[in-house]
């Protein structure tokens, strides 16, 4: 992948989730790869070009003088702990100005990179919302082809939890048939105790690359048959939606979980109906 040096004019973005005010990201594009990513509609995210706002951290300093923030998500719309962060340092940077001025924030992620920020992140400023979507590494190979590996996640998932940070396990997007409940909850029995599930939304999820890429990975046919099923009509999706509902509230009777179900609707996705903090349960 190419790396891009670029100067943003602007480190602080109003978002529309519930989540947070404003968002940060860090990075235009990834490394990852992630066949579903809902960011490949972002028009200036160019393919194998990897975008680094190398003077966001300098522009934070200057917006922070005449803003006032609350809290802010990191990573909305980029991963911000990517192979390259190793060497750039824009997240690390963007962390030790949030604390410096004491914000609260939101960080989104899948990379086990984030291990070696532990020591940096307030806890008491901060919560983790960490994705663990898939629990086979074909699968994650499929559709994460430059992810960090599910063991590594796994052990960062445990570094949080040791640190005391607070902790969100997020199950999203959930692929139908391709995401397996049971073995993700089972997994997670004695790590995760607030669980987001967030349905796949095919028309942002780039839904023929994901069908093409599971077929060439050679994905049980009749798996992707019935993901296929899902999304064939607006009625289809609905219904597995429902269903999904009733077997998360059946299976979780089994852990101590407090789940969090989110469901996008059929047009679009990011509305203010999408509530992050309404549990199902």
Known sequence: MKIKLIHTQKALSSTPLTLAEYTINPYRG??????????????????????VKINLPQILKKE?????????????????????????K????????????NINYIILTKSSLIKEYLSLIQKENCKIFFTFNFTQERIKRAL?????????????IKAIKEKGIAFRLHIGPFIPYISDLDEIFSLFKD????????????RLGNFN???ESLKKNNISQERIEKLISVYKH??????????????????????????FYIVPRWQDYYTQDIDYEKPLL
Do not use: M, W
């Open 209 to 211: 690359q994901v069908i």
């Open 30 to 51: 990834c490394e990852f790869g992630c066949k579903y990513c809902y960011a490949q509609y972002n028009r200036s995210i160019k393919e194998n070009i990897l975008g």
């Open 234 to 259: 607006e009625k289809n999706y609905y219904n597995f939606s429902e269903k999904l509902k009733e077997e998360i509230l059946k299976k979780a009777k089994n852990y101590n979980f407090k789940i």
């Open 144 to 156: 994460e082809e430059n992810s960090p590996s599910l063991k590594s996640r796994l052990e960062a």
């Open 64 to 88: 922070l003088k005449y803003k006032k923030v609350n809290k802010v998500v990191l990573g909305g719309s980029c991963e911000c702990f990517l192979y390259s962060e190793l060497k750039y």
């Open 191 to 202: 790590i995760a105790y607030d669980i987001n599930i967030e349905l796949y939304h095919h």
């Open 90 to 101: 824009i997240t690390y940077k963007i962390l030790e100005i949030l604390n410096e001025h």
